[in-house]
């Protein structure tokens, strides 16, 4: 199974790839869309929406996993956010992925074993369990980690463990 | 010229196209697409995006117009209606649409002819200004008064009179 993750943003979109062969999770690609500040707000959309859409078409994922949000500095920033994630989104239904939701606290557990864990453990997580030669782009690791997340809860709901 | 409003949430989309010719405004369509509660939050996105790209199909507008949003009851609110906005911008813009934004003071001053207009007022002049039969659906109605304001104020560029 291959799944993207993905951590929007409307200034940077990161993404990241793995493939969940067994029990062994697999890198293969991550990055980072980044939208020009100095355009206007609905061409930075589309450029999330056509940048996920050439990342789906050339990885081919069996799914898209993205962190649920439910806090924000402040309405403002809510309303940005949450126009990049819609975007985001949008990408991988229209593409035919299936797409999951997970809590902040759901990636940390799958990814550090616990929900307290600091940002930067989840990404020296990240690259230790993929075997990363460096600690990926902040965007693209937490993209990496909620894909992480949903290929370890598809494995247990599959085994029978959680529902 | 043919513009399509829009009035994005997360529950109901508003549109409404319009035409001008030559100095007439000419009511051409209006409605709403109303996304399933029950359902992921995801498909609600999609919904909203397949809707919009149904309506633009069918229609065939020259633009769209939609009002620029600063405020919201809370974060929870403007990351919900930010999603919504978003996958209805990325419906124009991936038809290759211009999108226009305009501030609630900005439709209010072209539709009623001064910024403090209160909601009724506006859809009460978007039903004169369009002939129609009855005041519009809320959103719908809402969608209308700005496309109504992005054809007037394209007019008056185009006069010489505004920038």
């Known amino acids: 199974m291959k799944v993207l993750g993905i951590d929007p943003g409307s200034r940077i979109t990161g993404y990241g790839i793995i493939q969940k062969l067994g029990n062994r999770l697999l890198h293969v690609d991550n990055g980072a869309i980044f939208?020009?500040?100095?355009?206007?707000?609905?061409?930075?959309?589309?450029?999330?929406?056509?940048?996920?859409?050439?990342?789906?078409?050339?990885?081919?994922?069996?799914?898209?996993?993205?962190?649920?949000?439910?806090?924000?500095?402040?309405?403002?920033?809510?309303?940005?956010?949450?126009?990049?994630?819609?975007?985001?989104?949008?990408?991988?239904?229209?593409?035919?992925?299936?797409?999951?939701?997970?809590?902040?606290?759901?990636?940390?557990?799958?990814?550090?074993?616990?929900?307290?864990?600091?940002?930067?453990?989840?990404?020296?997580?990240?690259?230790?369990?993929?075997?990363l030669p460096e600690i990926a782009q902040a965007d693209a690791s937490d993209a990496l980690a909620v894909a992480i997340c949903h290929a370890n809860s598809v494995a247990l709901r599959t085994a029978g463990k959680i529902r």
Not at 46 to 60: A, M, S, W
Not at 112 to 118: C, E, L, Q, T, Y
Request: hydrophobic share 45%; aromatic share 6%; no cysteine.
């Open 35 to 131: 939208t020009d500040t100095s355009g206007d707000f609905p061409q930075r959309l589309h450029k999330i929406y056509t940048g996920l859409t050439e990342v789906i078409e050339r990885y081919q994922p069996d799914a898209m996993a993205i962190e649920q949000i439910f806090f924000s500095n402040n309405v403002q920033s809510a309303l940005k956010l949450g126009q990049a994630r819609g975007a985001a989104i949008v990408a991988g239904v229209n593409a035919g992925l299936p797409v999951a939701e997970y809590t902040a606290l759901q990636v940390k557990q799958a990814v550090v074993g616990h929900g307290k864990a600091a940002k930067e453990q989840v990404q020296q997580m990240v690259k230790i369990l993929l075997n």
